[in-house]
């Protein structure tokens, strides 16, 4: 039993390093190279275990290694008070052009979607790439009329490559009614079916009565290249759409809050090394682009704060900022109060 904890444990600070500290990597790199000081960049909260001093940066490990920070001069204020700079300080965030505060603010998601990339292609290349696969086709239904058969491996959509289970099923939801051809690859050759989803009487969106699987076979290392940066990009494109049909009421808001990713992570510790490195991956395209969100306090609420200077040529006052910095943190607490009932809900814990 201890050792399952531990190896959960560990899955967990492994699976949260990878985001916070390359997320904060990326604003500490583009922020030195902008010429801002850096106060202090640590790896986990709490007191301080060790820590040393390289210029005029320090570099500190502390107790709870479940994050990392970076300490901007004109964000943040020092641990010594005397290394404190004011606004109009050369080194200081405040005073650097719009276009740099925006680039060091838009380095950390950036940062999430390269460590995403990077471990999507050690998952290809050690498990093999993911492709979509016809499990079983229902008699009388769209697929069953178009010629779709099991076995079927789906290629791509409408011309348009297909790289995840999600990016059939999406295709086929958003095309109720409209004809779509199918390349599928059946004994070793590519052949062409044209398949017209069906309108689901629930969801409104298009069916073809399939079930799908996902299958997973070894294509070599530039395919595993070429297919990680593909799955990032496709990801991040879902979970826009998805994002978009909660807001306009398409589909119901369903988000996993703290209690859902500890379920998550510790779920897929059992299952092995590969599978916590593939769960890291999603996290860091799913909370880098949520990051990106025009929440204030948010790295999208940053960027919108700085636009807004850009445009008014002047910036905003401490009382505009600190205004803009409640209301985020409101919506932001609601969001995560939301996002943690659901996880309470989706366990069985309320409502019996």
Do not use: C
């Amino acid at each position: 039993m201890l050792s399952t904890a531990l190896m959960i444990f560990i899955a967990f600070v492994f699976v949260f390093l990878t985001f916070a500290l390359s997320h904060e990597f990326g604003h500490f790199i583009v922020g030195k190279a902008a010429g801002v000081r850096v106060y202090e960049f640590s790896l986990g909260f709490g007191p301080s275990i060790k820590q040393f001093k390289r210029g005029e940066t320090v570099y500190s490990l502390r107790t709870l290694p479940v994050g990392a920070f970076v300490k901007f001069a004109g964000l943040d204020e020092p641990s010594d008070p005397a290394e404190d700079v004011d606004d109009h300080d050369p080194r200081s965030f405040r005073s650097k052009p719009i276009i740099l505060r925006i680039l060091t603010i838009l380095a950390g998601p950036f940062m999430n979607f390269v460590v995403a990339f990077i471990l999507f292609v050690v998952v290809f290349v050690s498990a093999g790439v993911p492709s979509t696969v016809i499990a079983e086709v229902y008699p009388e239904t769209p697929a069953w009329r178009g010629g779709i058969v099991a076995g079927d491996r789906i290629i791509s959509i409408d011309k348009t490559k297909t790289d995840s289970i999600t990016e059939v099923k999406d295709k086929i939801w958003q095309s109720p009614g409209r004809a779509l051809t199918f390349t599928v690859e059946r004994d070793g050759t590519r052949i062409e079916r044209v398949v017209t989803p069906e309108a689901d009487s629930d969801t409104r969106g298009g069916i073809i009565g399939v079930m799908l699987s996902e299958v997973w076979t070894h294509r070599g290392f530039l395919e595993s290249v070429s297919r990680g940066a593909s799955f990032t990009k496709s990801l991040s494109k879902n979970l826009l759409v998805t994002l978009w049909r909660m807001v306009t009421g398409k589909v119901k808001p369903d988000v996993a809050g703290p209690i859902g990713i500890v379920q998550a992570v510790g779920e897929t510790a059992k299952l092995g090394f590969i599978n916590v490195l593939y769960l890291a991956a999603l996290l860091n395209v799913n909370l880098g682009l949520l990051n990106l969100l025009p929440i204030p306090v948010l790295d999208g609420g940053w960027i919108v704060l700085l636009l807004i200077e850009a445009i008014r040529r002047k910036p905003l006052s401490i009382e505009q900022e600190a205004f803009a910095r409640m209301i985020g943190m409101a919506i932001l607490g609601l969001l995560i109060v939301f996002a943690t009932f659901s996880d309470i809900a989706r366990l069985g814990v309320l409502g019996g």
